[in-house]
C-alpha cells in the first residue's frame, strides 16, 4: 500500500506499532473476514486479510514508537545493497494481494547470514529501534523475516552460528554495550518465532500446489 501510494504521488509513512500496548484491540483479519463471510455479508468481497491485523478502536501515543516516510526506506534499500537484497522492492506489485506477493517472495528467499543480519540491524536502526527493548527488537525481527521470508533453515539449529548473526545484529544498531545478551536473544528468538510461521506457509504452498495438480489430472 506504501508502494502504491508513493507512486501514485502521494506521501504515505510506515508507523512502528508496539502491539503489546493494543491489548484486547487487534484481530486477525482474516478470521474476522471469515466470520463476516459466513454470516452472508460481503459475499463479493475478494479481500482476505492474509497476514494483517483489525485493530478496532484509537491507537494510543504511547503504543507508536517511530513514524518513517516509506521514502527514507526505499532510499535505504537502494543505497545498501543488503538491506535492497532483504525488501526486494522491485517484485513488489503494488495492485497484488499479500498472499501473492508473500509467494513470490518466499520462492525467491533469501538466507540468512552475516550480511542479512547485518543489514536487518542496520534496518532497524534506520526504524529508530536502535535502542528499542529487547522485546520490540524481537517482535521487529520477527516481522521482517516472516513477512519477507528470510530462510533461515540451514543456519537455525546451530547455536552458534546464530550467535554469530546475533553479533552481526547487535554491531549494526549502534547502541551501548549494556544488554548484548539479551539482545542476541531477541534475535534469535524473532528468526526462531519467524521461521515457524514460514515453516507453516511452505506447508500451505506445497498442500495448495498439490490440490491443483490433482485437479488437473482429473480434468
Known sequence: MAKRSAEEGQTPFIAMIDLTALKGSTYSASAVIRKVKRSGDLPEMRYKGTAELLIWGEIPETAILNIVPY???????????????????????????????????????????????????????????????????????????????????????????????????????????????AIINAFINGVETANESLERSRRSLVSRSRSRSGRKRGV
Open 71 to 181: 521514502t527514507e526506506i526505499e532510499h535505504l534499500a537502494a543505497t545498501t545493497p543488503a538491506v535492497g537484497a532483504i525488501l526486494r522492492l522491485d517484485l513488489l506489485d503494488p495492485n497484488a494481494r499479500t498472499y501473492y506477493l508473500h509467494k513470490d517472495l518466499m520462492m525467491k528467499p533469501v538466507r540468512l547470514d552475516p550480511a542479512t543480519a547485518t543489514a536487518l540491524g542496520q534496518l532497524a536502526d534506520h526504524c529508530y529501534l536502535g535502542l528499542a527493548p529487547p522485546a520490540q527488537l524481537s517482535t521487529f525481527i520477527q516481522s521482517v523475516v516472516d513477512g519477507f521470508a528470510i530462510d533461515a533453515t540451514q543456519v537455525l539449529h546451530d547455536d552458534k552460528i546464530m550467535h554469530k548473526l546475533g553479533m552481526y545484529f547487535l554491531n549494526a544498531l549502534n547502541r551501548p554495550n549494556q544488554d548484548d545478551g
